[in-house]
């Protein structure tokens, strides 16, 4: 019974699920939208803070804008809101990508463009936050 | 790409607060995924450069037409948070119902707007 394969269990015509699954211009998605969901509820937090900071902090300049992002709970809400924004920025123009590029191979070429841009520029940030916060306050 | 018959298009159907909301949130999310995105990293990288980086950013972000910018990205996030909240809303399965459904697409972009204002008062009023 264990050894046994879905295919000789119930023949070729498989499960109603495994007859859909793969379908759609995403080939998938339970996960993606999950995820898509968790990194928001992770904006609304991370974001309303750096917002709220933002409108009520009493200066713009360097001094202020470094000296506020060196300090540590600072910066690891800044780092934790770059990871959180980037991946739902991420997963939010794949789909954008996934429904107006049909062509396969343009298809594969943008979502993979936009991994690089993505993963990059989210590990440029959390460098750039990485050296602020170990400088200490300038 | 297989040649299959394509579904009604946008131009069929009569528009409802409901779709401007849905594409708003494409447009808003769209728009803070490369363009705010894109100012972030040069805020933090502006400063993680020094002050005289920070000078050029804050020269062109502080301009008039950095300031519109700005005032856009903020209504795209208060927007698009909103709408955001409005999916959570959708998710557990409420608001389904027409009049309900219609009032909800309404506060979401009356929330946008007044949030936005309210966030540039506090800005410059302070």
Same mark, same amino acid.
């Given at each position: 019974m264990g050894k046994e394969t879905t295919l000789e269990r119930y023949g070729s015509k498989t499960t109603a699920i495994g007859r859909v699954r793969g379908l759609g211009s995403a080939h998938g998605g339970a996960h993606h939208w999950l995820v898509?969901? *968790?990194t928001a509820i992770g904006n609304l937090v991370l974001m309303t803070f750096l917002v709220v900071s933002m409108a009520l902090l009493p200066a713009y300049d360097y001094a202020a804008m470094a000296g506020w992002v060196s300090q540590p709970l600072v910066a690891t809400a800044l780092a934790l809101l770059v990871i959180s924004v980037f991946w739902h920025a991420r997963l939010g *123009?794949?789909?954008?990508?996934?429904d107006y590029v049909h062509t396969s191979g343009n298809k594969f070429a943008a979502l993979a463009a936009l991994n690089f841009v993505a993963i990059g520029g989210g590990v440029f940030a959390l460098v750039c936050i990485a050296r602020l916060a170990f400088a200490g306050a300038a | 790409m297989a040649d299959r018959p394509l579904s009604p298009h946008l131009q069929i159907w009569k528009w409802g607060p409901h779709m401007l909301v849905s594409i708003l949130h494409r447009a808003t999310g769209s728009g803070m995924a490369t363009v705010g995105l894109g100012i972030l990293i040069w805020w933090l990288a502006a400063l993680a450069s020094g002050p005289e980086a920070y000078e050029t950013f804050a020269g062109v972000i502080g301009s008039p037409i950095g300031i519109l910018v700005l005032i856009g990205l903020t209504w795209a996030f208060f927007?698009?948070?909103?709408?955001?909240?409005r999916h959570f809303v959708l998710d557990i399965g409420a608001g389904y119902e027409i009049e309900r459904n219609k009032t909800g697409s309404?506060?979401?972009?009356a929330a946008g707007v007044l949030l936005t204002i309210a966030f540039w008062a506090v800005v410059f009023l302070k």
């Open positions: 898509q969901r *968790l *123009l794949q789909v954008v990508i996934e | 927007n698009h948070m909103s709408s955001g909240l309404y506060v979401v972009i």
